[in-house]
């Protein structure tokens, strides 16, 4: 009989026979492993009747015994080596972790480190490639992939406007609302004018349309790279000689730099448009007094600035986009991961990067 069995002799040791294989073991496994914790590892085993032997029905039994071997034990050389070989492998054998102290805390921080240098070198690698790549092109006008820059200012572009509009024009309203209330307090309506349009047209407008299309065209690169990888597009177009960076990477990166400050443009007027009809409903200001004041309160220089700031936005989400998809390995788990660093690492550095720019030219457009 191949079913697996655990019995009595009457001499007080314990007989296994059958199949012990995990096909034989699964409708048994329940009732076979309440048996074996309930004999002591100090009786007689007897394992010469058991038939057939896999890793599962041998690891049963290891675990069986507490992971040690019973003293008193009948065993043919082949099913001792079949559970020699599983004992061996199984975590029990394996030496016990050291405890966490200093020195864990130092390979950590060192593994980050070395990670961290690691992918900036990368990235200033793929910079310094985009710069050769662009240095060439200017000597060679015919060969400038302009319908592959067509094609990328089109999805990261004109696909953006109509998400871009109503996130302004939400920003626009809510912004104009919450500040209304405020103002009215004081008597200071007027004052609404400056707010919306330092806010809007210095601040607001790139760094929230730099985030939403981190998240929407960013992911979207570093995702396509990553298929192209996963079924080897990748490698088909190195074997023909084609260069990856000018025809995949470059036209990325300058449609998404030239994209930006358009689409920072567009989502600013309608973020101001929301907040003047915002105004219009809450306070009664009239649409041609706030055309009238925006020019007045809102130097042109700060106009100029949002823009800056949306073109270094724009270079610099395409540039992780296109660093990270470059990492991707050929499985679906390395898509995911890396897909996910390039927004996260894109948002972060967007935020950074305006920070910075907000110190450095803190005292440029702003009216005495």
Request: proline residues 5%; hydrophobic residues 55%.
């Amino acid at each position: 009989m191949k079913t697996p069995r655990l019995q009595f002799d009457p001499d007080g040791g314990l007989i296994l026979a059958g199949a012990w294989t995990l096909r034989e073991l699964t409708p048994h496994l329940g009732q076979i492993r309440r048996q074996l914790a309930t004999v002591p590892i100090r009786s007689f085993w007897r394992l010469t009747k058991i038939e057939r032997l896999d890793s599962f029905g041998a690891m049963l039994l290891w675990r069986g015994w507490r992971c040690n071997w019973p003293q008193n034990l009948e065993i043919s050389e082949e099913l001792r080596a079949i559970i020699t070989a599983v004992a061996e492998k199984s975590g029990a054998l394996l030496p016990r972790p050291v405890a966490f102290g200093l020195q864990g805390i130092l390979i950590i921080l060192g593994v980050i480190l070395l990670s961290f240098f690691r992918q900036l070198v990368d990235f200033v690698t793929l910079f310094g490639r985009l710069w050769l790549d662009l240095f060439f092109l200017l000597s060679r006008p015919r060969q400038w992939p302009l319908k592959e820059i067509s094609a990328n200012f089109y999805k990261v572009g004109v696909q953006a406007m109509p998400v871009a509009a109503l996130v302004g024009f939400l920003v626009g309203v809510v912004l104009s609302y919450l500040s209304a209330m405020q103002l009215r307090i004081f008597g200071a309506e007027a004052l609404l004018v400056d707010i919306l349009g330092l806010g809007i047209i210095r601040e607001l407008g790139p760094v929230l349309l730099a985030l939403l299309v981190a998240g929407r065209s960013g992911s979207a690169m570093t995702a396509q790279l990553g298929v192209m990888r996963v079924t080897e597009e990748l490698d088909a177009l190195a074997a023909m000689g084609i260069s990856l960076s000018l025809r995949l990477l470059l036209p990325k990166v300058l449609a998404l730099t030239l994209a930006m400050p358009l689409l920072v443009l567009w989502t600013s007027a309608v973020a101001l448009l929301g907040g003047m009809v915002s105004a219009k409903i809450q306070l009664g200001m009239s649409y041609a007094f706030f055309f009238e004041s925006l020019p007045q309160v809102v130097p042109v220089a700060n106009l100029y600035i949002g823009l800056g700031k949306g073109a270094i936005f724009g270079l610099l989400i395409a540039l992780v986009a296109c660093h990270f998809g470059l990492r991707i390995r050929p499985n679906t788990e390395s898509l995911a991961a890396n897909t996910t660093a390039s927004v996260v690492t894109a948002i972060t550095l967007v935020i950074l990067v305006n920070a910075v720019i907000a110190v450095a030219i803190r005292n440029i457009g702003m009216p005495l």
